[in-house]
């Protein structure tokens, strides 16, 4: 099968990174593969393996994700939009695809509908239509009106075949966070949750012991890392080291801001690609609750200090956070109440939690997807 998976990706990088682990999946299992990007580049998270077609890249105005930017900050204009969606036009005539999934639309990325809505119809009206699958994470934002679910419900009746949830629906079901109509529900198939394979065994080196302190791919988290700080500063006795992991776009700015004034027991270092290997031999974590970090942390049976993202009207990480606190190791702390004091307070309730130790079953999401999509396929050969 010839797949084609379209994804932007506005304020953090998930959504692009599941795009890419569905890819290799597909890949493995003799397929050929497209990502489609329509956010800004992550170079971190391209590995060379899977074709990747950039567009003119967009990002949200910080939470606001009515208003896109450009890579320079400017406000995209028309012309920037229609030459966006002329590319994926070329794309999906380039590439034929037998499936076209796209990341969380139509559940979320509604400042894009013009563009998506192109690529339906154009696929729609191919010779041979391809399979249409949208691909979403366990938790949506929940629509913030009747009205804004029945658009999507009828966009999801007039050009999808299915709906791919990458969660377990016995822990986080759509209906969770998604008011899922009688319409919807015989297209959801469940993968299971999505992670990357290991590519190779954890051996010894940098995180052992440490405090391993992230905030995402994007151009959020100061506020995390800003309390890190004093948190690392006084606790500079207790000999632990602390590493902070700096994402977004552009981090050379917020690298040197942040070393300025970092106490000795605390690293300051770019966002790595062996972020999964240094959870598995870390004494702690410190993060928001995006998926991604989510699974990472599950899998690696890491002690953890979740601080999910909630600005604007976000609470997808606040109901993801508080369903894992539930397990032990873990601890929870809001925006609204992180300080240095508080978060030094969660990470030494965590030395007295039972150990949680990795969690071996459940993540196969990416391979299951095929196995589903193919299937899907064979139906209506």
Request: hydrophobic share 45%.
């Amino acid at each position: 099968m010839k797949v084609m998976i379209v994804v932007t990706h506005l304020l953090g990088s998930g959504h692009l990174a599941r795009a890419l682990i569905l890819a290799r999946a597909f890949q493995d299992a003799g397929h050929r593969a497209t990502v489609v990007s329509g956010g800004m580049p992550v170079p971190v998270l391209d590995r060379g393996d899977v074709p990747i077609v950039q567009l003119p890249p967009v990002r949200s105005d910080g939470v606001n994700f009515t208003r896109l930017l450009d890579a320079k900050g400017a406000s995209v204009d028309q012309a920037a939009q229609e030459a966006r969606k002329a590319q994926l036009l070329h794309q999906i005539d380039r590439i034929g695809p037998d499936v076209l999934i796209t990341e969380l639309y139509p559940f979320g990325r509604r400042v894009l509908q013009s563009e998506f809505t192109a690529l339906l119809q154009a696929a729609d009206q191919t010779a041979e239509p391809p399979l249409i699958c949208a691909s979403v994470r366990d938790i949506l934002a929940p629509p913030s009106s009747p009205a804004k679910a029945d658009r999507t419900h009828g966009v999801l009746a007039r050009y999808y075949d299915a709906v791919l949830v990458h969660a377990d629906p016995h822990v986080t079901p759509l209906d969770a966070s998604w008011p899922v109509s009688d319409g919807l529900r015989p297209k959801l198939h469940y993968t299971g949750f999505m992670a990357p394979t290991d590519a190779a065994p954890y051996r010894q080196g940098a995180g052992e012991g440490e405090i391993i302190v992230s905030a995402g791919g994007g151009d959020v988290g100061a506020h995390i890392f800003e309390a890190t700080l004093r948190a690392a500063r006084a606790a500079r006795a207790d000999g632990r080291l602390w590493r902070l992991l700096v994402g977004g776009a552009q981090p050379e700015a917020r690298l040197r801001q942040l070393r300025e004034n970092a106490p000795a027991n605390v690293i300051i270092e770019a966002t790595r690609p062996d972020f999964r290997a240094l959870l598995h031999r870390a004494a702690a974590s410190v993060s928001m609750c995006g998926y991604n970090t989510a699974i990472d942390i599950l899998q690696a049976g890491c002690r953890s200090v979740f601080i999910p993202f909630d600005a604007g009207d976000e609470v997808e990480q606040t109901i993801r956070a508080t369903a894992l606190a539930r397990l032990p190791g873990i601890e929870v702390l809001r925006s609204a109440d992180l300080t240095g004091e508080t978060l030094l307070n969660a990470l030494r309730a965590l030395r007295h939690a039972p150990d949680r130790g990795p969690a071996l079953s459940g993540f196969d999401g990416a391979r299951e997807t095929v196995r589903i999509v193919a299937a899907l396929r064979a139906q209506r050969a």
